[in-house]
Structure formats: structure tokens, C-alpha cells
Nanobody, 123 residues
Framework: QVHMVESGGGSVQAGGSLRLSCATS?????MAWFRQAPGKEREGVAA???????YYADSVKGRFTISQDNSKNTLYLQMDSLKPEDTAMYYC????????????????????WGQGTPVTVSS
């Protein structure tokens, strides 16, 4: 079992920045950030492998950065140049097995989830 707790969400104006953190009890093969806006499906935002390779959704490329600090068992999501359409509940997640590239941003392939942290971006 992997326990995950997100923090760092909040309200910010468009163009601003936030850094989300996810404290985990352990690292797994793949870890990722997802988000879900009201009335929409959960979508993958960014993922990172144990070797440090990163993947991003097209909508956040160049604006968001995923990273991990192994010494602190913490996953991060630095979000810059935020837009109103980034407003959502953000979740960190971990997969219990190695994922192939085609599924690395699919929520159904992740096994453990945090409770979420809200992000609101106003225009």
C-alpha cells in the first residue's frame, strides 16, 4: 500500500505560479499528477519514471514541470503561466508496476491515489 498526501493548492490569478507537493510513503515504478475539473473526466497532466524520464500532456508542456526528491519521498508539480482552464482538483498517483509510454498518463493504470488538492485560476 502506498499512502500519498497532496498539498500546495490554492487560488491564483492567470499567469501566476503554484507548486504542488505529494508526500508518499514510498516510490513506485511510475508516479504522476492528474487533474479533474467539475463535470469532466480525470486527465493525466504529467508523469515521471523511476529513472527520471518525464512526460507531459500537450496542454501543459512548457508550463508545468514534474520532479521528485527521493531523499524526501516527495513528488512535485511546478505550475507556471497558469490559465483559467487549469482550474481543477489535482491528484498525485502511483502505479504498482512499470507502465509503457502509451499508458503513462491514463488514470486507469494507476493504483494508488492521494485525496487531491484544489487549484483555482482566475482571469
Amino acid at each position: 500500500q502506498v499512502h500519498m498526501v497532496e498539498s500546495g493548492g490554492g487560488s491564483v490569478q492567470a499567469g501566476g505560479s503554484l507548486r504542488l507537493s505529494c508526500a508518499t510513503s514510498t516510490y513506485t515504478y511510475n508516479m504522476a499528477w492528474f487533474r479533474q475539473a467539475p463535470g469532466k473526466e480525470r486527465e493525466g497532466v504529467a508523469a515521471i519514471t523511476g529513472g527520471g524520464t518525464t512526460y507531459y500532456a500537450d496542454s501543459v508542456k512548457g508550463r508545468f514541470t514534474i520532479s521528485q526528491d527521493n531523499s524526501k519521498n516527495t513528488l512535485y508539480l511546478q505550475m507556471d503561466s497558469l490559465k483559467p482552464e487549469d482550474t481543477a482538483m489535482y491528484y498525485c498517483a502511483a502505479a504498482a508496476r512499470l507502465l509503457w509510454v502509451g499508458s503513462i498518463l491514463r488514470p486507469q493504470d494507476y493504483d494508488y491515489w492521494g485525496q487531491g488538492t484544489p487549484v483555482t485560476v482566475s482571469s
